[in-house]
């Protein structure tokens, strides 16, 4: 069963996972733009964040390099579509693959909405190719947004 803080869909090519975290809209918003955050809870268990960059401007980009627990690297990247503070990100996101070239790109859009001293956060990703990389999106943001609570709770 699903915790009533952790609401998680995939219907289509896309996934919907909403998550009340125990701190205020305007941290949780700077958890996704300030580089030195998202290096302590960005990828699932296993996964180190070597280096994150945020140029957070409509068209700007961001990129995150990653060592996973088997030593492999891997990156995503995208571009802001659309900011607004503490309310909305929406942005691309695709990884690269060995050649520097980028796999397909899909459509993130981040809400988030204040619950008293919490915050709601709503993650939508869509255009997948298929369902199997829906789903491993799904897992693998499940168990970052287990990451981002408990840095939010303990730091």
Known sequence: MIPATDRSKARGLALTITRVLKAPRMLVYRMWTQ??????WLGPPGYTT???R???RVG???RTHSRKHDGTEV???GVFRQIVEAERLVFTH???EDDGSLGHETLVTLTFVDDGDRTIMTFHQAD???AETRDGHLQGWGESFDMLKDYLDHG
């Open 128 to 130: 997948f190719l298929t």
């Open 60 to 62: 700007g980009f961001w």
């Open 54 to 56: 945020v140029d957070l």
């Open 75 to 77: 990156a995503e990247q």
């Open 94 to 96: 695709a990884w690269e």
């Open 50 to 52: 070597l280096s994150a």
């Open 35 to 40: 580089p030195h955050h998202m290096k302590r």
